[in-house]
């Protein structure tokens, strides 16, 4: 079946360390997107990468960085930087055609202690 | 920038329709798209609407759009519980997409 994988759902972390959110689809599509949600409020773009080796940042990229290696693959690192990664992190793709509507990962719960 | 607006919070008895209402700003965007978050999960694709378009229907759910007043509108009929969510309309915005903050639906008994 084709979709977008995020591993793993829920993650622990103590505050000063980095941890990387995995992020891979099967789509065979271009364009792959990271998104922040907090509690009652929509999503805020972090990263996006429209094509393999390259990748732009978003409204809220400050204390994340990100790699587009493989086409299949975006994954996210939240570093020490960021103040507060307590938060629901979402995964997208999409084909970059006209609709380019977006297809979204199950999500990672990240919780920093 | 684009800015899209929704209300926070709709309640509705089971079996009644709803309406989740967005406005948004700019007005060159070609797609408009309903998005439907259940809890603790991604966002799943509900149905879209392209811009030259004033509705469009599938199966219980109704998108209209007033591009004028820069409006969509998502009617869901016959709302069952199963139909508690979050909605977000999404707006494109050059490369990317700007979401809503969300409506969180809440069907009762």
């Known amino acids: 079946d084709g979709g977008i994988t995020q591993s793993p759902k829920y993650l622990f972390r103590k505050e000063g360390q980095n941890v990387t959110l995995s992020c891979e689809q099967n789509?065979?599509?271009?364009?792959m997107y990271w998104y922040r949600q907090d509690p009652g409020q929509g999503l805020r773009l972090i990263y996006y990468?429209?094509?393999?080796?390259?990748?732009q940042k978003g409204d809220i990229a400050e204390g994340y960085s990100v790699s587009r290696e493989k086409k299949e693959s975006f994954p996210l690192t939240v570093t020490s930087a960021q103040k507060n990664p307590t938060a629901f992190y979402l995964c997208?793709?999409?084909?970059?055609?006209?609709?380019?509507?977006?297809?979204f990962g199950p999500g990672t719960r990240l919780t920093v202690t | 920038g684009e800015d899209v607006e929704q209300s926070l919070f709709l309640s509705v008895r089971e079996g009644d329709s709803s309406v989740i209402n967005c406005t948004y700003t700019?007005?060159?965007?070609?797609?408009l798209y309903w998005y439907k978050q259940e809890p603790g999960a991604g966002l799943q694709l509900l149905t879209y609407?392209?811009?030259?378009?004033d509705m469009k229907q599938d199966q219980r759910l109704t998108v209209l759009l007033n591009k004028k007043d820069k409006h969509l509108s998502l009617r869901i009929a016959d709302t069952q519980t199963g139909d508690s969510a979050i909605y977000f309309c999404?707006?494109?915005?050059?490369?990317?997409?700007?979401f809503g903050p969300g409506t969180r639906l809440s069907v009762l008994p």
């Open positions: 997208a793709s999409s084909t970059g055609t006209l609709t380019y509507e977006q297809y």
């Open positions: 789509l065979n599509h271009d364009a």
């Open positions: 990468s429209q094509i393999v080796n390259d990748f």
């Open positions: 700019d007005s060159s965007s070609t797609y």
């Open positions: 609407i392209f811009s030259n378009m």
């Open positions: 999404a707006v494109p915005y050059g490369q990317n997409f700007v």
